[in-house]
């Protein structure tokens, strides 16, 4: 039996640092799972699912745990997932002038309606036709399989026309 577990990751940014992350795993009969992982204002982060043999886990533990004398903070827990109910998986794209409440006003409209966001990317980048900032954001969303569809792009531009962003539902 396998045990998978979820770990963040943070850590001053330098080479090497996911091979020793990986050779832990792989060390105590891990298997890498899924992970997303950034340099974000000189700092590694991640976030990481790994699968173990149940007997290992107790082992790998406090392995990453361990590495913290490395430079590498390690935040391990069990995933307890339960099986997923029917969702309608969402697309949202977002860009706009950069302004404070962008990512609270569309998380909250969200959240209201019991959506979760399985990924979400955002960045600064500069405008084309000006030297202002523009916000972008992506995000892949999971729905309850009776979110009204309309009710929510009605939501999602009311947010858009308030923020003067463009938000686009697929």
Do not use: Y
């Not at 790994?50 to 590495?67: S, W």
């Not at 569309?106 to 209201?112: I, P, R, T, V």
């Not at 500069?126 to 729905?143: I, P, T």
């Amino acid at each position: 039996m396998t045990t998978s577990l979820v770990l963040t990751v943070i850590a001053p940014d330098k080479p090497g640092l996911v091979e020793l992350i990986s050779n832990t795993v792989a060390t105590h009969q891990g298997n890498w799972l899924e992970s997303s992982m950034s340099r974000l204002a000189g700092k590694f982060a991640g976030i990481l699912t790994v699968a173990v043999p149940e007997a290992n886990c107790p082992a790998l533990i406090n392995a990453l745990n361990a590495l913290e004398a490395q430079g590498l903070k390690i935040v391990t827990e069990v995933s307890n997932e339960p099986v997923a109910d029917q969702r309608k998986a969402l697309t949202l794209e977002l860009v706009g002038h950069d302004k404070a409440g962008i990512v609270r006003d569309l998380s909250q409209a969200l959240a209201n309606r019991h959506i979760n966001v399985e990924r979400l990317s955002t960045e600064l980048v500069s405008g084309s036709m000006s030297a202002e900032e523009l916000f972008k954001a992506q995000a892949d969303l999971l729905a309850p399989a009776d979110t009204d569809l309309d009710e929510l792009q009605d939501a999602l531009e009311a947010i858009a026309s308030d923020l003067m962003v463009d938000i686009t539902l697929n």
